[in-house]
Structures are given as C-alpha cells and as structure tokens.
C-alpha cells in the first residue's frame, strides 16, 4: 500500500544502474523503484515474547527472499550474544541458510565482530560462503565485542580484552592476507592456507566492509579505499562527523575508486501511525531492559504500552524514539529521503525491530510499496 504522494518522487534508476554496472565488486547497487539511493536490510533476528529462536529464524529466511524479489540490494545480519531477545550469535551459520533460500541478493555479516574470532576462522567460514554462494557474499567487520564484557570474555579467553589499540587493523591485515593467500615468505603463516580459497585455484573472495559507531573505523575504511557502513541507528549524533572523516579520508584502491557509504537506519511502516508507534515502542523498552541490565525476549506491544516508565526512562525511550524512522509507508519514504539527503549516504540498510515477525516482514514489503519497487512475489519452497 502506498501514499497517494507516491507517486511524485522522481527516479534514481538511472544514476543507481549505471554505478552497479561499474562495480564488479558488487558495492553499489541500482536505487530501485522512486528510492533515492540503494536500500537494503540489517537483520537482527529478534525473537519476541512468546516464540522461538526458530521462528525468528524463520522470518529471516521469509525477510531474505521477500527482499530479493522486491529489489533491496544486500541482507545482512548482526553477531550479537548473550542477548535473548535476538538469535544472531553465529552469522555464517545464518547466512548459509539464507543462502539455500536465495539466489541473487547480497548476503553478508553486519558484521562479524573480530576480536572474538581468530581471522583464520573467519576467513575459512566466509571462503566457505563464497563457494556456496559465489560473488554475493560482503564479509562485515566491527571491532566491539557485540555483547557485554564478561560474556566477551567467555568468547575470546582469557587475557584478551585490553589488546591495544592497533591490534584490530593488525587482525585486519592477517584476515585479508588469509584470503587472499599471500603471507610473504618468511611469516609464521606462510604455509597456512584458509580453504576454501586461493590454494585451491582461481577464485573470488568476499568482499571487505569496515563497520563502526565512531570515528576509528571511519579513518581506516577510508585509508583502506574499503566501502564503510556506519552504525546510525544506535549511534545517530556521530554519523555526519563519522561519514566526513570516511570521505576526507578515502584513498582509492583496487575494490573502490571513491568513497561509499552505508548507514544502518532503523526504520518499520505499518497501515497507520497508531500501529507503527506501538510496534516500535516494543523495541525501545526492549533496549531500555538491555541498557539497564535487563535483557530479555522482545515485549509486546501490550506490556510495552503498560510499562510504568520512570521519568528517565520515559526520556531515554522518546529519544530512542525519536531516531526511528516509523509511520504510515509514505511518511516512512519521506523520512527515508530526508535522511538520504541530510547525510549524502550511499545506501540505506533498514532495519525493522518489533515484536511480531509478521510485523518486521509487512514491514519491507510496505517500503518496497511506496517506492515503487518490483511487484515479484517469492516463489514457494
């Protein structure tokens, strides 16, 4: 369903197709239907008071394959652990599933946290994903720990919490030289091979994004000349400075020869406002419980809306609020173009939190709508 306003938002086909068909690498993406740039979608895999993690990994695969066919451009999803309310620990699990189900859409990590995994690891699970599913696969690099520091110290063992600050882009370095296979003569790991990859034979590898909430991972994306896609949706105050500091700092490379920008936005239409405002506040107290301690099942909309907030909490809940871009499928478009435009970024990856997964699915499909986008339905499996 779309606002009869719909239909007066020029194109961007054209500009979008004419970047995609410069790229090999699969970065830019065509802006479909009336979206002003290309969109996309950050999963989360929440699961709701009342399911299951099966069931929200199920809309995940019901999310993926309505995306594909409506036009966004790449699905990723989060690492996040020791959290309830969501069931996205192991993304390359994840996304080999999403992979069987899809055919065309980018899949990727938003993003794989690296000081948990050795780069071994990663580069062998994601060189597993581009064999199953060749040139659609973006490996997303952050470098917080996706959770709370006791359970990061479960993950990464003992002694591995106060590395310095270079010890990321040194990470960075052995997972890039792992899958490309090129460990200089001499290194300890000169003979040590993720496969699937190079040593195999000629192939493609996943394509590198730098992931962050601060100015850090900016800086080095864009020395790097590797695309970058900043956390807006938690972190809104740092996205112009972040994205400024990308940009200013961008060198041209072998993947990208001008900077591109990703901004995480979280973003739900529903029919009617009344219905998006209560879908959305069940994401707001489920943030306010994990920022306070609490974590938990994502709440309904009726516990959501009987919730006694204090004073504080009513005021870090309406600011949360006030970062999401939610409302009927015009006013959702609109928001989306204002913050496009406000930000010159150059995809949007929406993420839709709410309780329900009908929610979350109706969701896209309502964007999709008021764009425009590709009517195609999913096929059945």
Do not use: C
Not at 117 to 129: D, I
Not at 231 to 246: E, K, M, R
Not at 317 to 327: E, T, Y
């Amino acid at each position: 369903m779309s606002d009869p306003g719909d239909a007066n938002r020029p194109h961007r086909t054209d500009r979008g197709a004419e970047a995609a068909a410069r790229d090999p690498h699969g970065i830019r993406g065509a802006a479909p239907g009336r979206a002003p740039v290309p969109l996309s979608v950050l999963d989360l895999v929440t699961v709701g008071a009342g399911s299951t993690a099966r069931e929200a990994l199920r809309t995940s695969v019901d999310i993926a394959r309505l995306a594909e066919a409506r036009g966004y451009h790449r699905h990723w999803v989060a690492e996040h652990h020791s959290m309830p309310g969501v069931a996205s620990s192991s993304p390359a699990v994840i996304l080999a599933h999403l992979a069987a189900h899809t055919s065309r859409i980018r899949l990727g990590s938003g993003g794989v946290m690296l000081p948990n995994h050795a780069p071994l690891a990663v580069a062998e699970q994601f060189g597993t994903l581009e064999a199953l599913a060749p040139g659609r696969i973006d490996l997303g690099l952050g470098r917080a720990p996706g959770t709370d520091g006791r359970t990061a110290a479960a993950l990464r063992g003992p002694g591995r919490l106060d590395e310095a600050a270079d010890e990321f882009p040194r990470r960075l370095m052995e997972l890039t030289r792992f899958l490309d296979d090129d460990f200089p003569d001499g290194h300890p790991y000169a003979r040590v091979h993720a496969v699937p990859g190079p040593v195999q034979g000629p192939t493609a590898r996943p394509q590198l994004w730098l992931l962050g909430s601060s100015g850090f991972s900016a800086r080095l994306a864009g020395e790097l000349g590797l695309p970058f896609a900043y956390a807006h949706h938690f972190s809104a105050a740092g996205t112009i400075p972040a994205l400024d500091l990308y940009r200013e700092s961008f060198r041209p490379s072998a993947v990208l020869d001008a900077p591109y920008a990703v901004i995480g936005v979280s973003a739900l239409a529903a029919d009617t406002d009344e219905e998006a405002r209560a879908q959305v506040l069940t994401g707001a107290l489920s943030m306010l419980r994990l920022r306070t301690g609490r974590p938990g099942l994502v709440p309904t909309p009726e516990e959501a809306a009987a919730y006694p907030y204090t004073p504080l909490e009513r005021e870090f809940v309406d600011g949360w609020l006030a970062n999401i871009v939610h409302g009927t499928p015009g006013a959702v478009a609109d928001g989306l173009d204002g913050l496009a435009k406000r930000t010159g970024a150059d995809e949007l990856m929406l993420t839709a939190n709410a309780h329900s997964g009908a929610a979350r699915l109706r969701s896209y499909a309502l964007v999709a709508d008021a764009y425009g986008m590709p009517a195609e339905v999913p096929a059945a499996d």
